[in-house]
């Protein structure tokens, strides 16, 4: 699932341990979200999108998201 | 002082003495073979090591705060149960292969070491099937 945490994080010029200690996560959780390698859990992206100042939907880009699941299927 | 890892405490209070108690038994007790004190002496120390490090760590509340993320974190949970799920399945492929290995090698032989060879994968894939059945059962109805 593509989202923008890289985005916003380097735009708040922190690190991805800043934002690990922030959310109360491991640092590797952060990369491999920012990776798209991981999918946050609601409650993780809620606090990602709060320090950022941001709502889930426009961090885990929840529309382009749902678009591309629902092409997926379209295309079955 | 306050304790701010209760269970990592006891864990480290666990791995100093049971580390301290392999020092003192080679003090006490030596080994006849010196390749075996050695080994005894460095598993001794490795454990003390974890031990007075968990025991320490405890104390802390910055430490404690990285155990607890460490342990809680999402991820790692996921990477864990993942894991277990693939060793899992690499465990029933082994059994699979032993029970086949058993049965063919019983009806080519007529040796009954291999039938003892199948016994226990029947066993176990009893086990493993009834087991399965019955966490899922659970998990479909607390999920």
Redesign the interface.
Known sequence: MKNRVREYRTAAKMTQQDL?DRV???S??II?IEKGQ?N??LM?AYRMAQVFGVSVEVLCCLAENMREEDKRYEDL | MKIYNKKGMVWGVFWTVLGALRLVLLVTHPEEQVFQSIKGFVFGIVLLTIGLSGFTRAFSRRATREDL??E?????K?VKLKTKARVNDVMFCVMVMLLAGGVIGYYQTDNIAWAFLAFAPILQMIVYVWSSIFVSIYYEHRE
Request: proline residues 5%.
């Open positions: 690990a109360h996560v491991s590797r959780t491999s991981y946050p859990s993780l | 993320i460490r809680n974190d999402e991820r790692n996921l």
